[in-house]
């Protein structure tokens, strides 16, 4: 077999696998911070239209709320990854403990995984003598396949708290954008009413695709949810005028 074939085929599989996981990160990342940013300035600046008679007060609001929100949950992205990191270290380190210490236990665990998907006797020894020779090799088993976890990115809790906060402040700045070219905050709510119900409608087919709901129920929900708390936003703050 040629030797650029052999590299492709010994490396694709990981990389194909490292390429998913990454792009199903991403994914999650922009879906998070665009839901918040579509609905949360938009809701705001509703508010505002209903109370106030200058669109640059909604304005400079605004963008005091995406930056507060893009910072607040870009730090919430960074939390959850270097929790997610700081777990798997953890049961990496229980894992340890428990080959050095606890072998018997550890290589009966072992051959019980083997058994459950359904190798001989024979196998099951064969292969849990196999895999204990080495022993990152066997905690690297065990991490996946007994615990269920894999090893995350070292870089994922700063890479997902710039895309939850890229993502908001993309999400934010639409429902805002029409007040920039507007005098009146109630001709701004008008045309942020169309556009950012609309970028609610696609947001919401997409990520519905996504996931796997039906698209257009989907994207009619979020787009309702937007609306619903837009127009609460509007009457709180015409119940309230003073």
């Known amino acids: 077999m040629p030797q650029h074939l052999d590299t492709h085929l010994h490396h694709s599989p990981q ?19 665009m839901s918040d940013g579509l609905t949360v300035p938009f809701a705001l600046a509703a508010g505002l239209s209903g109370a106030v008679d200058s669109t640059s007060i909604i304005v400079i609001a605004g963008i005091a709320e995406i930056a507060a929100g893009s910072i607040a949950m870009g730090l919430g992205g960074y939390l959850a990854g270097k929790t997610e990191q700081d777990h798997y270290n953890t049961e990496e380190k229980r894992e340890y403990y428990e080959v050095d ?21 024979d196998l099951q020894l064969k292969a849990t003598e196999e895999i204990s020779r080495e022993k990152k090799q066997w905690v690297d088993f065990m991490m996946k396949y007994e615990l269920g976890l894999e090893k995350p990115d070292p870089k994922r809790a700063t890479k ?21 070219f507007v005098d009146s905050p109630l001709q701004g709510l008008k045309l942020s009413v169309i556009v950012t119900l609309a970028c609610l409608f696609i947001f919401g087919y997409f990520k519905s695709k996504m996931t796997g709901i039906p698209p257009f129920m989907g994207a009619l929900r979020v787009m309702l949810i937007g609306a619903v708390a837009a127009g609460a ?6 119940l309230f005028e003073i």
């Open 233 to 238: 936003a509007f009457g709180v703050a015409k």
């Open 160 to 180: 997902s708290a710039l895309n939850i906060g890229l993502s908001y402040i993309v999400g934010g700045l639409v429902p805002l954008s029409p007040y920039f």
């Open 15 to 33: 990389q194909h696998k490292e390429e998913h996981l990454q792009s199903s990160e991403i994914l999650r990342d922009v879906v998070i911070g």
């Open 101 to 121: 210490n606890l072998r018997d236990r550890e290589i009966e665990e072992t051959r019980e995984f083997f058994a459950n998907i359904g190798l001989s006797k």
